[in-house]
């Protein structure tokens, strides 16, 4: 069974620093997905990043970006110029691809963006 | 507008009693999740249903059950015979008609707490 590890479950940053979350996973199969989630004060749970286990090049979204480590199974999101907005949980998530499509969540990283 | 939607935002009940928790989405998708967050922790899937008529468990299935009648709506009863029923819980769904990643999209929650 896959699991997903995120060691910080607290963090801080001032707003327009830069900040990393960490994630860990672990997985026999080769084929599969990483995701980051946000899930703000509101508890909706937004989509913030994704990866592609094939694909070498690390995603980007915006200020948002990730730092893939297949043969470490390490997923790391870096923030940049952070807003006081993205005070969030942060959420690490890994999917195989094909069959039922589950998604595997990590326990969060809880980010506090400080004026 | 195309969404998610789960009723109620709040719900209370009484230790013995079965509740139902609505989730309707508008999005013409196949799969449709329910997740249970508590605090301290990722979402856990409880159950999932890829097509009409039919759903399988995921990881926390006890005392929980669904239905699948309809493409636009996935039910969740917790009975009595989940011991530890107040959570946060969340519906999701996804196309799984796109290649070879779908996206889940979630709905805003219900919150449950037994009294």
């Known amino acids: 069974a896959q699991t997903v590890t995120q060691s910080q479950p607290e963090m801080s940053v001032q707003e327009a620093e830069t900040v990393t979350l960490s994630c860990t996973y672990d997985t026999s199969e080769s084929n599969y997905y990483l995701f980051w989630y946000k899930q703000p004060p509101s508890r909706q749970m937004i989509l913030v990043i994704r990866q592609e286990a094939y694909k070498q090049q690390n995603a980007t979204e915006n200020r948002f970006s990730v730092n893939f480590q297949k043969a470490a199974k390490s997923f790391s999101l870096k923030i940049s110029d952070s807003q006081l907005g993205d005070t969030a949980m942060y959420f690490c998530a890994f999917m195989n691809q094909g069959g039922s499509e589950k998604l595997v969540f990590g326990k969060g990283t809880k980010l506090t963006v400080n004026p | 507008d195309g969404g998610i939607t789960q009723s109620p935002k709040y719900l209370f009940r009484k230790e013995g009693q079965n509740v139902t928790l609505s989730c309707e989405q508008n999005?013409?998708?196949?799969?449709m999740y329910w997740y249970r967050q508590d605090p301290g922790q990722g979402l856990r899937l409880i159950y999932y249903s890829q097509i009409v008529n039919d759903f399988q468990k995921g990881d926390i299935a006890e005392g929980y059950s669904v239905s699948r009648e309809k493409k636009e709506s996935f039910p969740l009863t917790v009975t009595s015979a989940q011991k530890n029923p107040t959570a946060f819980y969340l519906c999701?769904?996804?196309?799984?008609?796109?290649?070879?990643?779908?996206?889940?999209?979630f709905g805003p929650g219900t919150r449950l707490t037994v009294l």
């Open positions: 999701a769904s996804s196309p799984r008609d796109r290649g070879l990643y779908n996206e889940q999209f």
């Open positions: 999005l013409n998708h196949d799969a």
